[in-house]
């Protein structure tokens, strides 16, 4: 089945469960596994909360998600923010780096994105955004009942 | 989310039921160390055997939790039965902090033991 939904939304934190939820129920028509369902919903939850912490710092902008539906049941997620960008992309995606020590991150947005998904791009430039663009093939799980 | 918070003895115990994620992790934070002043528990148990979702937001909020009870000398123990969660919590090298139990009543004995 192909398909597709654009959400955009204020970088609220009151709206990584409203992304979360959204982008869930879309991809529930792929007919994923719980587990499956799981790990989409806690990188989009990653990657919003990127978005809304990092891209604005807690101010206002706009965070956008397209979600995609292929033939071959793959889910293509892209998550967009045009705040301040990441100065080292190389750095950032290294497991525990954070550069926002003082508050509270745990440092491994983009490694759970990473093992939750089949893949991750992520594209930034200072002042201009980051766009992260993950997939994942939905039924490719062989602990299907 | 709900939190549910329940001393026993001197051990503090944190239910949350709903979901752990960035937007939730400040207000859970501040509960919880409230709580841990008022009552000056030592201990710590997270129960999140009723908690649908953990982004690693949730985790941050733990490893802070975490700092302060190890500065007060005592110890935080997990209690986790859900397999994202359960993921979750292995991926960000937590067990080798602390303990994850199936239910709160083993993580209560392993603490009172200590």
Do not use: W
């Given at each position: 089945m192909e398909n597709k939904i654009n959400l955009s939304f204020l970088s609220k934190s009151a709206n990584e469960g409203f992304a979360r939820a959204a982008v869930s129920a879309f991809v529930a028509q792929l007919d994923p596994t719980l587990e499956e369902l799981a790990d989409i919903k806690t990188a989009v939850s990653e990657a919003v909360t990127n978005a809304i912490v990092h891209g604005y710092g807690h101010g206002n902008g706009i965070v956008t998600i397209s979600?995609?539906?292929?033939?071959?049941?793959?889910?293509?997620?892209?998550?967009?923010?045009?705040?301040?960008?990441?100065?080292?992309?190389?750095?950032?995606?290294?497991?525990?780096?954070?550069?926002?020590?003082?508050?509270?991150?745990?440092?491994?947005?983009?490694?759970?994105?990473?093992?939750f998904m089949d893949s991750l791009v992520v594209q930034s430039e200072m002042d201009k955004g980051t766009t992260v663009i993950m997939t994942k093939q939905i039924g490719s799980d062989s602990t299907l009942s | 989310?709900?939190?549910?918070?329940?001393?026993?003895?001197?051990?503090?115990?944190?239910?949350?039921?709903?979901?752990?994620?960035?937007?939730?992790?400040?207000?859970?934070?501040?509960?919880?160390?409230?709580?841990?002043?008022?009552?000056?528990?030592?201990?710590?148990?997270?129960?999140?055997?009723?908690?649908?979702?953990?982004?690693?937001?949730?985790?941050?909020?733990?490893?802070?939790?975490?700092?302060?009870?190890?500065?007060?000398?005592?110890?935080?123990?997990?209690?986790?039965?859900?397999?994202?969660?359960?993921?979750?919590?292995?991926?960000?090298?937590?067990?080798?902090?602390?303990?994850?139990?199936?239910?709160?009543e083993n993580a209560l004995r392993d603490l009172k033991e200590a």
């Open positions: 979600c995609a539906l292929s033939l071959d049941k793959t889910v293509c997620l892209t998550i967009s923010d045009a705040g301040r960008g990441i100065e080292n992309i190389e750095q950032a995606l290294e497991p525990m780096y954070t550069s926002a020590a003082d508050d509270e991150r745990s440092g491994m947005g983009f490694t759970v994105m990473e093992t | 989310m709900q939190i549910t918070l329940k001393l026993c003895n001197k051990t503090l115990i944190v239910k949350l039921i709903g979901e752990l994620d960035h937007h939730e992790a400040e207000p859970t934070r501040m509960v919880i160390e409230r709580t841990i002043a008022e009552r000056d528990a030592k201990n710590l148990i997270f129960d999140f055997s009723d908690l649908s979702f953990m982004d690693s937001s949730g985790i941050g909020m733990i490893i802070g939790r975490y700092k302060l009870i190890h500065s007060l000398g005592g110890q935080v123990a997990l209690v986790c039965t859900k397999p994202q969660t359960e993921r979750l919590i292995t991926m960000s090298g937590l067990k080798k902090l602390m303990t994850v139990y199936p239910g709160v």
